[in-house]
């Protein structure tokens, strides 16, 4: 089965910084999904990247899917209070019984402090 | 459009007894998902549906979970008996298909003391 590691597990940054949360795939992505969750709330999705290389952005939140497919990266620019929470990414399966299932790594908390 | 609603919020039980949780996806959506969300953990996919049928239920401990998804809507997640270690976040998910991104409802949060 696909394995998700998120690093870091949690981050503590001062309003106004830039950060970075990534997640490696124990095997290539065939799709790749950013989640927030607020604290004992159910999961937004962000964004969702497909193709070797690919990046998108959404007001200050940039994620980018490597070319070999197996690494993603979410960029945060100037923190806000409002940016805090915990970053889930999440991956289907390639094929076979994987496919369609959509699996988590084990999430990053991020802090921001005004 | 309305979102995944998902019923109790809240729920607190006793060990060995069973409870329930409900899911309403989005209309139209074909896939549901059951997560169980450990405090700290990422979200473990517990069962998915294809319209009413199940496509993964591998993560699913059957001797005590079970789950139906009649006439490929609403969805029930039924614990019984329950334990300490089911104490847990259940969110529901749903998709237009099995390919696209997941709407997720607030989840119900289940204590077992």
């Known amino acids: 089965s696909q394995e998700l590691e998120q690093s870091p597990q949690s981050l503590i940054v001062q309003e106004g910084k830039n950060l970075t949360i990534n997640c490696t795939s124990s095997?290539?992505?065939?799709?790749l999904y950013w989640y927030k969750q607020k604290y004992g709330e159910g999961l937004i999705f962000l964004m969702m990247?497909?193709?070797?290389?690919e990046e998108k952005s959404h007001e200050k939140i940039t994620a980018k899917l490597d070319e070999k497919k197996q690494q993603s990266s979410l960029h945060i620019t100037a923190s806000q209070p409002s940016h805090a929470g915990i970053y889930l990414c999440?991956?289907?399966?390639?094929?076979?019984?994987?496919?369609?299932?959509?699996?988590f790594g084990q999430g990053t908390i991020l802090t921001v402090h005004p | 459009e309305a979102g995944v609603a998902q019923s109790p919020r809240y729920k607190i039980i006793e060990k060995r007894q069973s409870v329930a949780f409900w899911c309403n996806p989005i209309?139209?959506?074909?896939?549901l998902y059951w997560y169980q969300q450990i405090l700290g953990q990422g979200p473990k996919l517990l069962i998915q549906?294809?319209?009413?049928?199940?496509?993964?239920d591998s993560q699913l401990p059957k001797d005590r979970f079970s789950a139906e998804r009649l006439k490929g809507v609403d969805s029930t997640l039924k614990i019984q008996p329950a334990k300490l270690e089911d104490s847990a976040v259940y969110l529901c998910?749903?998709?237009?298909?099995?390919?696209?991104?997941?709407?997720f409802g607030q989840g119900t949060r289940l204590t077992v003391v």
């Open positions: 990247l497909q193709k070797g290389g």
């Open positions: 999440g991956a289907e399966g390639a094929g076979g019984t994987s496919y369609g299932k959509l699996t």
């Open positions: 549906f294809q319209n009413n049928g199940v496509v993964d």
């Open positions: 998910a749903s998709s237009f298909n099995r390919v696209t991104e997941a709407f």
């Open positions: 095997k290539t992505l065939y799709g």
């Open positions: 209309s139209g959506h074909a896939t």
